[in-house]
T-cell receptor
Framework: AQSVTQLDSQVPVFEEAPVELRCNYS??????LFWYVQYPNQGLQLLLK??????LVESINGFEAEFNKSQTSFHLRKPSVHISDTAEYFC????????????FGKGTMLLVSP | DADVTQTPRNRITKTGKRIMLECSQT?????MYWYRQDPGLGLRLIYY???????NKGEISDGYSVSRQAQAKFSLSLESAIPNQTALYFC??????????????FGPGTRLTVL
C-alpha cells in the first residue's frame, strides 16, 4: 500500500531565504508524485507533478521538486521565497498502473515572514 | 465558471441531524472523491467513485454515505451528524491515463460545523 510522510508540520523562513519541504513515500510499484498547495481559506491547487522522464520538475512560480527513486523522496524546493508563498503544501502519491487513489501526506505549513 | 463546485460552502448543524453535501463538475471526469481535512491530519479519503456504477469506501467511511447521481454529480451524506465530523470537506475529480494520470482537481470546500 502506498503512503506518504511529510516530516515537517511547519517550516518558518524569512523572505528571500531558500526553503526545502521534505516528502518521502512508500510504494511497491512505480508511482506518480504530486505537490499541491493550499492558500489560506482556499481549496487545493496542483503545484507540480512527476509522471515520468526527467526527475526534476518545475512549477511556474519558481518551485521545483526532484524525484529520487533510490531514496523514495520527492522534496520541494525554492531558492528564494516570497511572503505570498505562505501556504500549506501537500505531497501526494498515486501508484502506476492504477486502479488507485491519491494518498496525501499530512501537510507542511510554510510560514514566510519579512 | 468553476470546474468543480460544492454546495453549501458553509453549514452549521446540530448533533443528530442528517446533512447532505453536494458536488458537481464540468470537467467530464469519470472519477470523483470526497475528502475531509482536519488540522494536522491532512486530507483523508472518505469515499470515491470511478464511474457512476462504482462506489468505494475510503479510509474513514464510517458515519458517511454517498450517492453518484450522474457522471457530474457526487453527494456526501452524514446520516446522523456528530461533533467530531466538524471539518472542512473537499470534493475532487480526476481522469486516469494520459495526460492527467490521476491528477486531482479540487472544489473550494465546505466548512461543516456540528454543534
Amino acid at each position: 500500500a502506498q503512503s506518504v510522510t511529510q516530516l515537517d508540520s511547519q517550516v518558518p523562513v524569512f523572505e528571500e531565504a531558500p526553503v526545502e519541504l521534505r516528502c518521502n513515500y512508500s510504494s511497491s510499484v512505480s508511482v506518480y508524485l504530486f505537490w499541491y498547495v493550499q492558500y489560506p481559506n482556499q481549496g487545493l491547487q496542483l503545484l507540480l507533478k512527476y509522471l515520468s522522464g526527467s526527475t526534476l520538475v518545475e512549477s511556474i512560480n519558481g518551485f521545483e521538486a526532484e524525484f529520487n527513486k533510490s531514496q523514495t523522496s520527492f522534496h520541494l524546493r525554492k531558492p528564494s521565497v516570497h511572503i505570498s508563498d505562505t501556504a500549506e503544501y501537500f505531497c501526494a502519491v498515486s501508484e502506476n498502473p492504477g486502479y488507485s487513489t491519491l494518498t496525501f501526506g499530512k501537510g507542511t505549513m510554510l510560514l514566510v515572514s519579512p | 465558471d468553476a470546474d468543480v463546485t460544492q454546495t453549501p460552502r458553509n453549514r452549521i448543524t446540530k448533533t443528530g441531524k442528517r446533512i447532505m453535501l453536494e458536488c458537481s463538475q464540468t470537467k467530464g471526469h469519470d472519477r470523483m472523491y470526497w475528502y475531509r481535512q482536519d488540522p494536522g491530519l491532512g486530507l483523508r479519503l472518505i469515499y470515491y467513485s470511478f464511474d457512476v456504477k462504482d462506489i468505494n469506501k475510503g479510509e474513514i467511511s464510517d458515519g458517511y454515505s454517498v450517492s453518484r447521481q450522474a457522471q457530474a454529480k457526487f453527494s456526501l451524506s452524514l446520516e446522523s451528524a456528530i461533533p467530531n465530523q466538524t471539518a472542512l470537506y473537499f470534493c475532487a475529480t480526476s481522469d486516469f491515463g494520459p495526460p492527467m494520470y490521476n491528477e486531482q482537481f479540487f472544489g473550494p470546500g465546505t466548512r461543516l460545523t456540528v454543534l
